[in-house]
């Protein structure tokens, strides 16, 4: 099993590591370093290296061991104490350790329908290293449009293949780069746009982190096709490994003659600088994202005039992010029509989703466009991980909308999304079960919007708030008649009348849920209950006197000391003291505490 | 200006092609709503108000982005857009912390603006706090005695320490506006023929009666008692309303009436349906409510029961009285107290007041419950009478019910319950019933259909007075029930505004409140706001002690001493926004009639610094972030002091890097306060109250520099309060300078001089106007007469407007025969370019600056001496226009320039010799201008040869291509213009400057040349003007003898022929004894020369706004008028003649001009004039290029395309 045919090299084991931020985040460097040192040790002569984003999160850290005979061997949750029995039984021993391997059909059933043209690199190649995404076809698109291709070829080539733009909002991204290319100037620029933000949303980061030369090599040939001569990439400081990557990509590419003058002996001249964005969620509106680069406030303004027309320091600009940037090499290597056979009638090829929240596999999966919600979450995704129903499914970020359980036939693209409420975004699919309490996740994510407002514009900067108030004061029990009603009216306000697509999408989470789940915003107002049990001024824990046994573990865990009792008769909790914590149910294994 | 046609709200209208819709609608009449968009900034479409929907347009459009485009279709206030406008304002006042107007003022009933005039009595200007009380209160006399002040109860001060005397302060101006016996009457409207009969001469009745005889309409009392005043004469006790001080207010309303019936009653005498038949249009019934309430307890008709209101009359009618040793007033009113205190001044024995609650439920005034108690008058509480007892026919006892407290009733107070069994009596001889007050509804016995409402009072409108019968209004206490005299006067205005539209055929509809935003109430606001206020105690009212109160009505209080008004307005918090007049938010929650509190949440309260600068004030809590504050800064000036802060609701705007105002690059220009919208930035007051106040807007031209920038002077009667800048003008679009900003608001403060002095024994003594004026022109005369003209001088000021220097150097040439005639500020005039381009004055317009492709800025920081050109000069490098800048050091434009020439100022006639020869030997020359339109060519070229560039280039320090590169920009530039100072600039390289711009054929045509700025007000008007000693007015030579003909006609008088003297040459003459009478205007004199000028033998006279220092003195000295004291005109350095209109009145009472003429007449020579526009009328009949209808136009420079010399050429010159 393997996610990318490779070329072998030289018949040799192959063992790789997971070295995206999700994997170092859960130790993987450690494991590298006893991979090496145990390789050292034994000096045995295998080819150990580090990789990008396998997709498979759930499973950090990471390790494929490849045999010479080209069999694919997953290990999870690898620790660094569990690489010595690795090497001896499966690299010496010649047979893998069977209770640490991901089971191949677990594999299978998460790549049966996953279609990998971003993240063709991902998980495969080392993305410090230019040679891997040499070997794995990379810079051949810029040479063959260097070569045999016109910008206006180029551009007819991208529109064909009927890409649209990943940051969101799906706009065509060929018809885009003709507007830039028309734009009269001698000066223009390509921006490519990696301050991605939305909580739960790590596609961006994952391909700049995996495969930081399908960025290059896509802001090179829209370049090329626009008449551009430098180009920014704009990512999050957040980011510290995708700049890093980035910088050595870049570093490499530069002197390999891929960036700079003259590039591949064309005139074709085109140079890269990173800036990095300060953390402002609204950077990554494409206005202010241009301000930011020239040194400004981060505050969108008006369009039109649109980048193409006047962008960055009034120049015409194009700015793409990282996913539509990553689509372009393979588009112009493998034409439009490989392109345009996957994926719907108005949504061409594949997208990039990462799974969070509730779900048994999360991790980064790439899907053809009209993949269902239901195909993505259960037959990919493995359902939730709790176990309970599925409830919602958040799509699209804090920008986008929640999507009921029952709308899990949905075809994943651009236009059927929107029907729902929701938007396709960037990407984020985040899982939600029966516990969760559709009041509060409005309220999160309007808390993050709001909190992120640049505050030029009145709807968004108070509107927001307003409406942050009216479900604070409903999670609290303190909702009243009337306050539905003033909610809605505010977030039609915010949606229709805001300056730029931040404040116009942040109502998106209150508005869907008002439309799919208005009953639990009524129970939380008129009956004074949290439907989930989640909020905690609307919800009360009790001992369940027949199945208490009086072991105490409950009273010992409180942290206000609210539950008393003798040794072996039940214990009662002090609903004065209880502050809701739920720290008791989480610890009784008799389910005797109830909650109502 | 090509035109597109769209559609506006359903209309098919054009508008020049490349504007926004915002932009299209206004040029058609249709206003866009818009808090964050000025016209000298870009658009940024923050505030969402200007939203409009665009037919074909996803959702709806910005306004002020916008483009308007051909066939476009526009909507500007569809329900839904409006829907959106009222959201968005609402979102900005849910966060909108501040009063719009004062608490005291939203507690009066009349609305009188508290505020504004106690900062008009801080300012002392008393007359106009009269008039301000009277917009809404004409009996400020009475009300300043008696009002209960319900301001004072809401006074903010109340949280830091008692709240301000108001009531006091405004009897103090009531008063004060009597002291002199002409108190202030307001101007009537012309008559407008319609009759209003207003019944009942009480204080509704009598508001109602001013203010509709104001309005021009024929009023007539009908007053049932023998004089006007209803209760306020009948009902209030002579010891708290002098019947004197009534009858002075009550005088000046019936004053202004067309008639008063006296002794008639309504019901008895006459009928309302009378009145109308006998030609009333419109009656106001104002009856009152005078008869007394029963006690409905038995022996209530005995003889010795009186009522308490009845009691009252029969005091001031005089009436035999005979009370008791022991009475009982029965109430807690003021009636109640009033009766109580009367009949101890009657002489009884003792007074009880009988009341069924206790002391803190009494209606009655506090403070006169306490004076009560001082004079003697006990109090039972929580008793109730239940029956009088009689004995022999007479009263001798009461016997009263204890009663206790319950839970509050209808009114809020708690419900007096009787304690069963608790009765007990008490001796009296004699009761007085003063437990309230109803109408005597027999009066309408003949006008049945009249309704009366439950409670039977009469039924009207409670904001329009209506009654059910048309044209019938009524109002006071007899539609309120017994009410205050401050709400009966207020019930009379608002009647008489429903009556003045009923006659004039308006529908009667209420007066539209406007929105008042507040920052909560007493109990609301957070006492630490007020923590750095200084503890000041309220100022005590005088008044009479208790023991000499005994036996008499002498007036209790006396009111406050100038001094004791002053002191009290100190305290005074001036609570109200500063902005209310104008705040562009108010307005449109007022029109759009929001909720305010429709979205309420969290509201930001934000602490304000006061301190942080010196002319600029913010409040953060009023900021609603439009930007455009930010923006001006930025975009306009380039200074950036000022930016966005935090995220999200917590955004705020703030100085930069967080620093106080003051320490940043702030330049106190003002733009910021003048572009904001709200409250949230305001300019300092320079008073010591700052109002706000309706102010005056009188136009005018800013004096503090040659740029001419237009001005608006806000006044109240004789104060400047701040000056704005009106946006639509050519000069300066709205933007000023510090100096334009704040030194006028400033004038206030200086030591003016009122009354003439003269020298007496060395010092100067304050004289009368006759004795100085013919003390001056005697002793001028003498010299004149005695030596001969050209013994006497006249020095001038670039203050004077252009009428004023006219007639100073008429009277120097016609009156004293002299042509020395100079000026100080410019004590030599550079006549170069008058020499070489035929007029001493700057041959292009600021506005070519804009339309330039090349600026060449030569010798000068713009940016430090003339900001307003250097924003000019900013905005067109911005446009794509190419700046150079010559100048030895850095200055501020030097960033946004392509070449800066750092040249030595030494050798500056150096480069542009090796310029002028650059350009001849490369033959950059325009040969066709140089043919046709100049002469001297051929000379200028050939000495020009001996300067080759290369040989001196190494003198400059420059690079020499930085120097051809230059040449070449100007050469080959369409429309280059060249900015310099022309007060410091050499005659020799302002010479040169205007061959470089001969030579390339760069001035005397469209766009292109030489902008000369003069630093002193009126510069280029006194060069105009003739203040020279050897050119006339319009830059005539003396020599020239047509000329001269035409003026010594029109003046009557031969002029002296030779040359005289300029002010160097003056101070020379003065030196050697050739000069030994000087006249001299203007406060740029003592201190640029000394006082050499006014040392004895010379006779000297001074014209000025200030006293001088010390001695010499001049033997006699004048008080001058400054600019905003004087009508006229200035003349810019762009030659635009722009009017400036008097402001305020002269301290000295005279203007100069006023001034001129007398001493011209003293001289012998009679130059009488009307009015200032007279004398312009003269100039313009002597200069053709002055000639009328030229105020705010520029004079021409060429005259039909010739250069103003003989043979209309242009001349090179050598230097």
Known sequence: MMLYKRDKRGGNWVIQVGLASCGI????????????????????????????????????????????????????????????????????????????????????????????????????????????????????????????????????????????????????????????????????????????????????????????????????????????????????TEYPLAIHRLEIALAQARERGFIGEGILGSNFDFDISIRQGAGAFVCGEETALMMSIEGQRGMPRFRPPFPAQSGLWGKPTNINNVETLANVAWIILNGANAFNTCGTDRSKGTKVFALAGKIAHGGLIEVPMGITLREIVFDIGGGTSSGLALKAIQLGGPSGGIIPASLIDTPVDYESVTQTGAIMGSGGLIVMDESACVVDVAKFFLNFTQDESCGKCTFCRIGTVRML???????????????????????????????????????????????????????????????????????????IAEKCPGCGLCAKYCPTGAISGRKKQPYVIDPEKCIRCGLCNSVCRLGAISVY | MAKVRFTLNGKTLEAAAGSTILEAAQQNGVEIPTLCHDPRLKPTAACRLCLVEVEGARGTMPACVTSIAEGMVVRTATNELIKIRRMALELLLSDHYGDCVAPCKLACPAGIDVQGYIGLIANGQYREALKLIKETNPLPLVIGRVCPRFCETECRRNLVDEPIAINALKRFVADYDHSDGDPYIPEVKPATGHRVAIIGGGPAGLSAAYYLALEGHEVSIFESNPQAGGMLRYGIPEYRLPKEVLDKEIAIITGLCHQINLNVSLGKDFTIQGLKNSGYEAIFIALGAQESQSMRVEGEDLPDVLSGIGFLRDVVLKKELSLGQRLAVIGGGNTAIDAARTALRLGAGEVIVVYRRSREEMPANAEEIEQAKEEGVQFHFLANPVKIIAQNGRVASIECTKMALGEPDSSGRRRPEPIVGSEFTMEVDTVIAAIGQTIDASSFSQDGQIKFNRRRYIEANEETMETSLKGVFAGGDCVSGPATVVEAVAAGRRAAISINQYLSDQPVAPVGKPYNCIKGELDEIAISDYDDVVRIPRTKIPALAPKERWNNFNEIEFGFTEEMAKAETERCLACGCQDVFECKLRQLATEYNVDGDHYAGRKRHLPINKDEHPHILRDPNKCILCGRCVRICDEVQGIDALGFTNRGFDTMVEPTLGMPLAETRCVSCGQCVSTCPTGALTAKVQLPKPGPWKVETVSSICPYCGIGCNIELNVIGDKIVNVTSPIENPVNNGNLCQKGAFNPCSIHNLKRLRTPFIRRNGDLVEASWEEAIALAGEGLQKIRDRNGGDKLALLSSTQLTNEENYLVQKMARAALGTNNIGCLAIPAVDESLMKSLGKNASTCSYSDILSSDLILVIGCDITEDYPIISLKVREAVAKGSKLVVINPRATRLDSLARINLRVNSRTNLALLRAMLNYVITYDLVDRDFVQSRTTGFEDFA????????????????????????????????????????????????????????????????????????????????????????????????????????????????????????????????????????ILVFGTDTAGKMGNDIFQPPIFSVLVDTMLPEKPPYPNVVLPGANFAESEGTYTNCERRIQHLHRAIHPVSGKENWEVVSLLASALGYSMDYPSVSSIFAEIAGLVPIFKAGVYGKQWPFLEDGRFASQNGLAKFRLA
């Open chain 1, 25 to 236: 985040a859960a130790g993987g460097r450690k494991v590298y370093d006893a991979f090496s040192s145990e390789l050292r040790d034994r000096k045995l002569d295998v080819d150990l290296k580090q990789t990008g984003c396998m997709g498979m999160c759930y499973n950090e850290v990471l390790v494929e061991v490849s045999s010479p005979e080209d069999e694919h061997v997953f290990y999870g949750h690898v620790t660094p104490d569990q690489v010595e029995r690795i090497v001896v039984e499966h690299l010496i021993g010649g047979k893998s350790v069977a209770e640490w391997v991901i089971p191949a059909d677990e594999v299978a059933n998460l790549l049966a329908k996953q279609r990998r043209i971003v993240l063709r690199n991902c998980g495969t190649i080392d993305p410090e290293s230019i040679d891997d995404y040499v070997d794995a076809g990379g810079y051949q698109g810029i040479q063959k449009v260097l070569h045999s291709m016109s910008p206006q070829e180029v551009i007819d080539e991208v529109t064909e293949s009927g890409l649209r733009g990943r940051g969101g909002a799906g706009f065509p991204t060929g018809v885009k780069w003709g507007f830039a290319r028309k734009s009269p100037g001698t000066q223009k620029y390509v921006i490519c746009n990696g301050d991605e933000g939305d909580p739960g949303a790590f596609m961006d980061r994952s391909v700049l982190e995996s495969d930081p030369h399908s960025v290059i090599e896509g802001m090179l040939i829209a370049g090329y096709a626009i008449g551009a001569s430098e180009g920014y990439l704009y990512v999050r």
């Open chain 1, 469 to 543: 108030e009216i479900l604070d004061k409903i999670t609290r029990g303190e909702g009243k008649e009337g306050d539905l009603e003033i909610l809605e009216e505010l977030a039609q306000g915010v949606k229709s009348s805001s300056l730029c697509g931040l404040g116009q999408t942040t109502p998106n989470p209150v508005l869907t849920t008002l439309r799919y789940f208005r009953s639990e915003y009524e129970a939380h107002i008129y009956e004074k209950k949290c439907p989930a049990k989640k909020c905690q001024a609307l919800i009360n824990y009790e001992i």
């Open chain 2, 942 to 1077: 050939r000495e020009m040869r001996r300067y080759p560039l290369e040989e001196v280039a190494g003198t400059f320090w420059v690079k020499p291509s930085r120097i051809i590169e230059t040449i070449q920009l100007y050469a080959q530039a369409k429309r280059p213009v060249i900015v310099l100072n022309a007060d410091t600039i050499k005659p020799a390289e302002l010479t040169l400057i205007s061959d470089l711009a001969l030579i390339t054929g760069n001035v005397g045509r469209d766009g292109a040349g030489i902008i000369a700025l003069r630093t002193p007000g009126n510069a280029q008007g006194l060069i105009d003007m003739g203040v020279s000693p050897d050119h006339l007015p319009g830059q005539l030579p003396i020599t020239d003898v047509a000329a001269r003909r035409k003026f010594e006609t029109t003046w009557h008088r031969s002029l002296p022929l030779e040359e005289g003297k300029d002010a160097i040459g003056i101070i020379e003459g003065v030196k050697k004894g050739n000069i030994q009478g």
